[in-house]
């Protein structure tokens, strides 16, 4: 399903085929991004995002599965998480430069935005686990707590 912009005006669309391993968080997001560039009415072309189905897997199958939606496209983005997986990312991005995608990776940001509605914090992470111990300090929770599984 592609997401509409809300203007009478006809412009060109700037398509953009991702793929991505979250059926939830990223689509929300890049929903939410066109939503607010197809608001301003100075813009030159309509955003629009179609997804290249089914999500997850790999990062080198998000890739596979972008160059399967994108055949004939312009516009071509894989997003997916980089969780340290260094072989698996090296691949995925070897066959996203040959087929001329552009690559997105989303990292530990999300759990820092939990934090920061709860307290300033300004320090220096070298893995998702430092944040999740921040995390359930912050919201008071016991250190064996499962917060991936938690509604903060």
């Known amino acids: 399903m ?3 912009p809300n203007s009478n005006k006809r412009r060109p669309q700037f398509l953009c085929i991702i793929g991505c391993e979250g059926q939830n968080q990223e689509r929300m997001y890049f929903d939410k991004v066109a939503e607010l560039v197809n608001c301003i009415e100075e813009r030159t072309h309509d ?3 179609d997804y290249a189905e089914p999500y ?5 199958c998000v890739v596979e599965r972008t160059i ?3 055949i004939g496209k312009e516009n071509k983005v894989s997003v997916f998480d980089y969780d340290g997986k260094k072989e698996k990312y090296e691949e995925a991005i070897d066959l996203a430069k040959e087929n001329k995608i552009e690559l997105g990776y989303s990292n530990y940001s999300f759990d820092l935005w939990l934090i920061l509605h709860k307290e300033d914090y300004f320090e220096v ?3 998702q686990n430092d944040y999740a111990d921040k995390l359930r300090q912050v919201y008071g929770f016991s250190a064996d707590t499962k917060i991936k599984n938690k509604k903060l």
């Open 2 to 4: 592609l997401n509409r």
């Open 125 to 127: 992470v070298q893995n």
């Open 47 to 49: 955003l629009v995002f």
């Open 56 to 60: 997850g897997g790999d990062p080198k």
């Open 68 to 70: 399967e939606k994108s």
